[in-house]
Nanobody, 120 residues
Framework: QVQLVESGGGLVQAGGSLRLSCAAS????????TGWFRQAPGKEREFVAW????????YYADSVKGRFTVSRDNTKNTVYLEMNSLKPEDTAVYYC?????????????WGQGTQVTVSS
């Protein structure tokens, strides 16, 4: 079982930046593609970004394309989400998840989430 822990969230002004980390323990995350999701109060969880296990390919939601960048360092067993030009509508709890089959649908292991709040 992969245990995931997100960190790096916080309060930032609109236009600012944050970098989230998704660190794995108990088992390596480097064997799995990894996705980032977010959930705002009163809304359903939505997809944000995804990266292959090698880091060679990534995929983004239209709402974050050009502003967010997903990357990974398999030597550190960690996946990152660099968020720039943040908007108040980016406010949410952000989660990472391991995609066991690498098809952007087979998410099984989830972290506990990290809060991102963007003030206007």
């Amino acid at each position: 079982q992969v245990q995931l822990v997100e960190s790096g969230g916080g309060l930032v002004q609109a236009g600012g930046s944050l970098r989230l980390s998704c660190a794995a323990s108990r088992r390596t995350l480097s064997n799995y593609a990894t996705g980032w999701f977010r959930q705002a109060p009163g809304k359903e969880r939505e997809f944000v970004a995804w990266i292959t296990w090698t880091g060679s390919s990534s995929y983004y939601a239209d709402s974050v394309k050009g502003r967010f960048t997903v990357s990974r360092d398999n030597t550190k067993n960690t996946v990152y989400l660099e968020m720039n030009s943040l908007k108040p509508e980016d406010t949410a709890v952000y989660y990472c998840a391991a995609d066991l089959l690498g098809n952007r649908k087979s998410y099984k292991y989830w972290g506990q989430g990290t809060q991102v709040t963007v003030s206007s």
